[in-house]
């Protein structure tokens, strides 16, 4: 593959001109940039590139099928690679609020204020072309993907399916005219602080009170199935919390494939009532502890032996937990007690130390609370910025 040439700190040679990327060799340098702008940084953890490039790919992502996805490189005066962008049109999202906001993601850049608002008018222009009234981000490219900016929580790697960037882009999109829309925690659970006896009171009162609520893990011969019904319970539980959009079949499907490869279905736990499943909660591996160590985002020909050495060497300590869920008419029973309880306790007893629950979002109060007397810290914040076009 083709090395990008990244213009140094400092070195940027005006003029810059932003280019779409329409052809296979400008996505080569689109995919490559992060890997020489995050070289030597130690807490950036590299995507393998064969995601990214299938994230990116109208063919294998179902995303396409209801959104569009426009990649944009900009180029200094010398025609090396000082940034990059994507503008977003996502198809779900417009046919559930129809508010005219088109969407950022993949953003990364030089520390030079000049190639990033050449960036952000690029993606602008471009959706204003779509009809578009208001431009919000980054998401990569949906929420239900890798999404927000990092604005806190710098000299810690993120976990996994999280993103990382340096300091400087958000005063980036504040000087280039976004405004903050939203703010999410990252919150770090670790065993040697868990607070859970108030949680386990609680759980054990809510157990008495409905005794045909019962929780089971996943069913690994009947996967498919079980994705279906996660799925379902996601969309209905989820459906009125903030910038929700409803994945569709195919996408879920595209997920699950992927998430496959890396659960372990007893940190997988589905909430039944009466053998009906109401709710779910899902326990992740940190694979970012490992996948660190694999600095260009290939797993061949040595990267996988990294990863699978690592592994067997306790290098996976930690979880995140990216989703729960309780379908709405069960809400306010104090069911995700028992799915926060069980997936926490049932992680130590796996052998890891701690958990990220990331992420909450910042109008989640009563899950925010929840976190905090759990012994649960605020390891990270994130955010999402909008501005008009």
């Not at 299938?54 to 090396?80: V, Y």
């Not at 990569?140 to 996994?160: H, Q, T």
């Not at 040595?302 to 869920?325: C, D, N, Q, S």
Request: net charge positive; charged share 25%; with cysteine.
């Amino acid at each position: 593959m083709e090395a990008v040439e990244l213009a140094p700190t400092g070195t940027v040679t005006s003029p810059i001109q932003v280019v779409p990327v329409e052809r296979r060799r400008l996505l080569r340098k689109f995919i490559d940039l992060p890997y020489q702008l995050y070289r030597g940084n130690p807490y950036w953890v590299p995507p393998l590139r064969r995601d990214v490039a299938e994230t990116l790919s109208a063919r294998k992502n179902p995303f396409f099928e209801h959104g569009q996805i426009q990649p944009f490189l900009a180029l200094d005066g010398t025609g090396r690679v000082v940034g990059r962008i994507a503008a977003i049109v996502n198809g779900m999202h417009l046919k559930k609020y129809h508010d005219g906001v088109g969407f950022f993601g993949f953003f990364e850049c030089v520390p030079d204020f000049t190639v990033a608002r050449a960036l952000f008018d690029a993606a602008a222009e471009w959706l204003r072309r779509q009809g578009l009234q208001r431009m919000r981000g980054p998401t990569n490219p949906s929420l239900n993907d890798v999404a927000g900016l990092l604005v806190s929580g710098f000299d810690r790697a993120p976990s996994i399916l999280m993103p990382y960037n340096p300091p400087y882009y958000a005063e980036f999109l504040e000087r280039a005219g976004f405004e903050r829309v939203m703010t999410m925690w990252a919150y770090y659970v670790h065993k040697k602080y868990l607070q859970a006896e108030k949680l386990r009171r609680g759980a054990e009162l809510i157990r008495r009170r409905y005794p045909s609520v019962t929780l089971r893990t996943l069913d690994m011969r009947r996967y498919d199935e079980e994705a279906r019904t996660v799925l379902d319970i996601y969309n209905d539980a989820w459906s009125e919390n903030w910038g929700h959009v409803p994945m569709t079949e195919n996408e879920f499907q595209h997920l699950a494939r992927a998430m496959k490869q890396i659960i372990d279905p007893e940190l997988v736990f589905i909430l039944e009532d009466s053998g009906q499943p109401i709710g779910f909660s899902m326990l992740l591996p940190n694979l970012n502890q490992a996948l660190r160590l694999v600095r260009n985002g290939r797993l061949f020909p040595f990267g996988l032996v990294k990863v699978l050495l690592a592994a067997r060497l306790g290098a996976i300590y930690e979880t995140r937990m990216p989703l729960m869920g309780i379908r709405k008419k069960y809400h306010g029973r104090g069911f995700d007690a028992l799915l926060v309880l069980e997936t926490i306790e049932r992680g130590q007893r796996r052998g890891y130390e701690a958990c990220e629950m990331s992420w909450v979002l910042d109008t989640n109060k009563v899950l925010l609370n929840a976190l905090h007397h759990l012994g649960g810290v605020v390891d990270k914040e994130y955010a999402l910025f909008e501005r008009p076009l």
